[in-house]
């Protein structure tokens, strides 16, 4: 079963994610708050049918965070634990907003984005320059699929002993293509009317549906939760 969730409630969730894995959890009640939260974008996913998607986040937010309590102590002391514990507080302290972010990528439409920003009244700058991210990273994750390949079928890879050949034959290109493709983003941004003086119109229509309203109650509700107990 998938939820169609309005753009405007999925980017109130990652700033209320973001917020909240921004402070840092000083009791176990407050680490409890954030895994759950950081749990509701993976289901999302999950309901969404992105599952492989869904388990690596999930595998390695969980992995990150057993390093973290159950092998690494406060009194362990040399590099790989220093290293360790370092890594493992990144990932715990970023993965939550990323996994809640590509949620938000993968499941909205750059119509139904851009309709979103407009009835926040947005301005044509910051809504252009979002939806060009938007369309950004899938697609560039497209083209370094495509030259991957192209490069396998050549030999050029890691096991083949390769390694010099293969960061210049696959990273170049990757590069180029970059340059090129938000060019031609911004380009059909500009021809399809955003940043124009008339106002543009939309055939997608957004309302705010009763699950839009239970997760906006829940994570506004996690947000007073998570603030009340660690600064009151």
């Given at each position: 079963?998938?939820?169609k969730?309005?753009?405007?409630?999925?980017?109130?969730?990652?700033?209320?994610?973001?917020?909240?894995?921004?402070?840092?959890?000083?009791?176990?009640?407050?680490?409890?708050?954030?895994?759950?939260?950081t749990m509701?974008?993976?289901?999302?996913?999950?309901?969404?049918?992105?599952?492989?998607?869904?388990?690596?986040?999930?595998?390695?937010?969980?992995?990150?965070l057993?390093?973290?309590?159950?092998?690494?102590?406060e009194?362990?002391?040399?590099?790989?634990?220093?290293?360790l514990?370092?890594?493992?507080?990144?990932?715990?302290?970023?993965?939550?907003?990323?996994?809640?972010?590509?949620?938000v990528?993968?499941?909205?439409?750059?119509?139904?984005?851009?309709?979103?920003?407009?009835?926040?009244?947005?301005?044509?700058?910051?809504?252009?320059?979002?939806?060009?991210?938007m369309?950004?990273f899938?697609?560039?994750?497209?083209?370094y699929?495509?030259?991957?390949?192209?490069?396998?079928?050549?030999?050029?890879?890691?096991?083949?002993?390769?390694?010099?050949?293969?960061?210049?034959f696959?990273?170049?290109?990757?590069?180029?293509?970059?340059?090129?493709?938000?060019?031609?983003?911004?380009?059909?941004?500009?021809?399809?009317?955003?940043?124009?003086?008339?106002?543009?119109?939309?055939?997608?229509?957004?309302?705010?549906?009763?699950?839009?309203?239970?997760?906006?109650?829940?994570?506004?509700?996690?947000?007073?939760?998570?603030?009340?107990f660690k600064?009151l």
């Amino acid at each position: 079963m998938k939820l169609k969730l309005d753009p405007r409630t999925k980017l109130y969730m990652i700033l209320v994610v973001s917020s909240i894995v921004m402070m840092s959890a000083t009791s176990l009640f407050l680490w409890v708050v954030r895994i759950i939260i950081t749990m509701v974008p993976i289901g999302l996913l999950i309901l969404e049918k992105h599952y492989a998607l869904a388990l690596r986040f999930l595998i390695f937010y969980v992995s990150a965070l057993v390093l973290m309590f159950a092998f690494i102590s406060e009194n362990s002391t040399g590099f790989l634990t220093a290293f360790l514990l370092g890594y493992c507080s990144i990932v715990v302290q970023f993965m939550p907003a990323m996994i809640t972010a590509w949620y938000v990528v993968r499941t909205t439409r750059i119509d139904e984005f851009v309709s979103a920003m407009q009835k926040m009244h947005m301005p044509d700058g910051i809504t252009i320059s979002l939806a060009v991210v938007m369309r950004f990273f899938p697609t560039i994750k497209e083209e370094y699929g495509s030259i991957r390949d192209a490069m396998k079928m050549r030999g050029v890879m890691f096991g083949g002993g390769n390694v010099a050949r293969m960061v210049e034959f696959r990273m170049i290109p990757v590069l180029f293509s970059c340059v090129n493709i938000g060019n031609e983003l911004s380009a059909a941004a500009i021809t399809r009317g955003l940043g124009g003086k008339v106002k543009r119109t939309s055939v997608e229509e957004l309302g705010l549906s009763l699950t839009d309203v239970v997760l906006i109650t829940l994570f506004s509700a996690t947000m007073i939760i998570f603030v009340v107990f660690k600064y009151l």
